[in-house]
């Protein structure tokens, strides 16, 4: 973190040296950085800094001159290569950023990082429709928390012992999270292009925005999955989603016992083959890694030629045996279930109170538009109230 001249002599560096000079520190605040994760460690936000310039004469330029005076050497621990890209075609940030650390033994893992931002949400159109629609979300929220506010009200410690009370306070807080972090992503989006507009000969970072915009698809993907687990509970009403959900019910013990042996299995191939491959092939050089390359082989977008390349043999015996015992034996095994447990569910399935009244309303409409009723039409009855 000190400052040096060329070549990393510290005894040349002079209070007269230029800030811009490779040898010249920087810190995190001066850089408008953050820290950053790697692989291998986490480092701050500041660092030794430079400019390539904006073209490639100037560019090669500069790098030679970094090359003669060695300004990667044995000290070094990472290399960040970043830019931006705005593409006015389609309205978006890309931020690129290229991490080269070294380990140990002095050779270098590398990893990208690609992330599209829209800073300028509101430019096409439909712009005016997409608000009114943000709006009317959020005063729907408004009304749950109402809502939820009466229930936790009369029902005191009670509210919190059902799960559907829990799952729309859930909503209710990530919605209000994710509209902070859009404000927040706003206000850093702006700061970032109105910093740019004042100094374009020098480089922007737009990681925090990218930071932030990050958290805010990570809210809204967790939104969208307990909004889908709300939808399926008022669906409930419907005859065959809850033929379904008494099937999964009903064959949830051998459900729960299949998981379980497949979360084992798969950790036992990703940890092997992280051992096995993980020194020579970047798809495993992590246990992460390998469970996602793991996945991957499920899903059918599997490299089979950096295994089989690498080691023709111990490589096709890894993946036949993890495909057959996966994909065809434990996986099979555990639609089987799904498949019999349905079975038995329509054999002694009973109509629930709830589909009695949905069957009675839609019989009550449809006698008043002069319809038949499918169970009139099929001499069924049906409770009246």
């Not at 380990?103 to 509101?122: C, E, I």
């Not at 490589?315 to 045996?321: A, T, Y």
Request: include cysteine; hydrophobic fraction near 45%; charge should be neutral.
């Amino acid at each position: 973190m000190e400052h040096y001249g060329e070549g990393w002599n510290s005894s040349a560096f002079t209070n007269a040296t230029n800030t811009d000079s490779a040898w010249y520190y920087k810190s995190q605040s001066k850089l408008r950085g953050h820290p950053t994760w790697g692989r291998l460690s986490t480092y701050r936000g500041g660092g030794f800094v430079v400019h390539l310039g904006s073209d490639r004469t100037t560019a090669r330029r500069i790098l030679q001159y970094l090359f003669d005076n060695v300004w990667l050497d044995d000290l070094t621990r990472a290399l960040f290569v970043e830019f931006t890209i705005y593409n006015a075609n389609v309205n978006l940030f890309c931020i690129v950023r290229l991490m080269f650390e070294t380990n140990a033994l002095g050779t270098f893992m590398t990893h990208a990082d690609l992330q599209s931002v829209r800073l300028y949400p509101y430019t096409d159109g439909l712009h005016i429709f997409v608000v009114a629609a943000e709006v009317i979300y959020f005063l729907f929220v408004i009304y749950y928390m109402v809502v939820q506010g009466k229930l936790i009200k009369t029902l005191k410690w009670g509210y919190f012992r059902s799960k559907w009370n829990l799952l729309e306070l859930a909503v209710i807080v990530i919605s209000w999270s994710a509209l902070s972090v859009f404000v927040r992503r706003t206000i850093l989006g702006n700061k970032d292009i109105n910093y740019y507009q004042d100094h374009k000969d020098e480089f922007v970072s737009f990681n925090e925005t990218a930071a932030a915009d990050a958290a805010l698809g990570y809210l809204i993907a967790f939104l969208v999955l307990l909004s889908t687990i709300k939808l399926w509970h008022l669906l409930r009403l419907n005859p065959k989603l809850n033929m379904i959900t008494a099937t999964l019910r009903r064959a949830w013990g051998d459900i729960s016992g299949f998981i379980t042996v497949i979360i084992i299995m798969f950790l036992a191939y990703s940890i092997a083959c992280n051992l096995i491959f993980g020194w020579k092939l970047n798809s495993y050089k992590t246990v992460f890694d390998s469970a996602k390359t793991m996945v991957s082989l499920q899903l059918g977008i599997f490299n089979y030629e950096e295994v089989l390349d690498y080691n023709p043999v111990l490589g096709s015996f890894v993946v036949g045996s993890c495909i057959i015992f996966m994909t065809f034996v434990v996986l099979n095994l555990f639609i089987s279930v799904i498949l019999v447990a349905f079975s038995e569910e329509q054999k002694n399935h009973k109509a629930s109170e709830e589909e009695e009244i949905v069957d009675l309303m839609l019989m009550k409409i449809c006698s008043f538009l002069g319809l038949k009723h499918k169970k009139e039409a099929n001499g069924g009855g049906t409770k009246a109230l």
